[in-house]
């Protein structure tokens, strides 16, 4: 069975650091888009980082100079290191892979909430 299991997100201050995990495990196969998406209390889910290969990457323009999208291809993961985080970061974030066959995946979801 197919699945993307989260992990890394929690409570922090404003202006800590969180770092986020994605594995894909099960029947997923030939991997093309991995990324992250986020969605606020009362607004709709929006693109955060996505990472179209090792080194090519596309960044919401609220998250760029604080975040950084990597990914492993041999352990089919990836990451979101998030820095400088602040209030308006907070939200339910959802790891996104898409194959070459058209086939899309959505995590669970991980909890990220920002406050002092």
């Known amino acids: 069975q197919a699945q993307l299991e989260e992990s890394g997100g929690g409570f922090v201050q404003p202006g800590g650091s969180l770092k986020l995990s994605c594995a894909a495990s099960?029947?997923?196969?030939?991997?093309?888009?991995m990324g992250w998406y986020r969605q606020a209390p009362g607004k709709e889910r929006e693109l955060v980082a996505i990472?179209?290969?090792?080194?090519?990457?596309n960044y919401a323009d609220s998250v760029k100079g604080r975040f950084a999208i990597s990914r492993d291809n041999a352990k089919n993961t990836v990451y979101l290191q998030m820095n400088m985080l602040k209030p308006e970061d907070t939200a339910i974030y959802y790891c996104?892979?898409?194959?070459?066959?058209?086939?899309?995946?959505w995590g669970q979801g991980t909890q990220v909430t920002v406050s002092s």
């Open positions: 996104y892979v898409n194959t070459y066959f058209g086939q899309e995946y």
């Open positions: 099960g029947n997923i196969f030939r991997i093309n888009v």
């Open positions: 990472s179209r290969s090792i080194l090519i990457t």
